[in-house]
T-cell receptor
Framework: EPEVTQTPSHQVTQMGQEVILRCVPI?????FYWYRQILGQKVEFLVS????????KSEIFDDQFSVERPDGSNFTLKIRSTKLEDSAMYFC???????????FGQGTRLTVV | RKEVEQDPGPFNVPEGATVAFNCTYS??????FFWYRQDCRKEPKLLMS???SGNEDGRFTAQLNRASQYISLLIRDSKLSDSATYLC???????????FGSGTRLSIRP
């Protein structure tokens, strides 16, 4: 069964450093998403990406964040100058253009120290 | 009204009970709706899709009331393995922005 894969599963970084979270969406999917879930809180929409550009972004997705699809398979989230409050689980998801159900990767737990 | 709002729970029910969760949404233009389940520290997993008035899959029934902008999930004959957080999910702006409710936590006791 096709699945979304994310690497790394856990990333520890020092405050102020840049991190890149990586995702390989399901191969025939066209919509890609990043979500964030702070421990004990809700799943929050960050950004969606379609046709090589951002479709929608939330107010959380400020200049600190960027997304990229550097090749035909990877989808990355870059967080610049990380802050303690960026510590969270980051989920990547993808969906096809025929059905909006989104399928999620297992997440990357980011810990900023 | 919030984009997606759910009963916060937690619901604590005995095995075999029937339990129902509610969800309201603000965007009257939304055409499809989803229920996901999320186990502790895991990713959300799709449970059911709702495109018309409702959907049934075994012990699970989802119903949609477009006039009231309300979705429900009914779980019959609950099992210990049903213990999880149930997330109501509504796409906005077509598929560009998929919004999650805050989730309803369900705990099934033996």
């Amino acid at each position: 069964e096709p699945e979304v894969t994310q690497t790394p599963s856990h990333q520890v970084t020092q405050m102020g450093q840049e991190v890149i979270l990586r995702c390989v969406p399901i191969s025939n999917h066209l919509y890609f998403y990043w979500y964030r879930q702070i421990l004990g809180q809700k799943v929050e929409f960050l950004v969606s990406f379609y046709n090589n550009e951002i479709s929608e972004k939330s107010e959380i997705f400020d200049d600190q964040f960027s997304v990229e699809r550097p090749d035909g398979s990877n989808f990355t989230l870059k967080i610049r100058s990380t802050k303690l409050e960026d510590s969270a689980m980051y989920f990547c998801a993808s969906s096809s253009d025929r059905a909006p159900e989104a399928f999620f990767g297992q997440g990357t737990r980011l810990t900023v120290v | 009204r919030k984009e997606v709002e759910q009963d916060p729970g937690p619901f604590n029910v005995p095995e075999g009970a029937t339990v129902a969760f509610n969800c309201t949404y603000s965007n009257s233009a939304s055409q499809s709706f989803f229920w996901y389940r999320q186990d502790c520290r895991k990713e959300p997993k799709l449970l059911m899709s709702v495109y018309s008035s409702g959907n049934e899959d075994g012990r699970f029934t989802a119903q949609l009331n477009r006039a009231s902008q309300y979705i429900s999930l009914l779980i019959r004959d609950s099992k210990l393995s049903d213990s999880a957080t149930y997330l109501c999910v509504v796409p906005y702006s077509s598929a560009s922005k998929i919004i999650f409710g805050s989730g309803t936590r369900l705990s099934i006791r033996p």
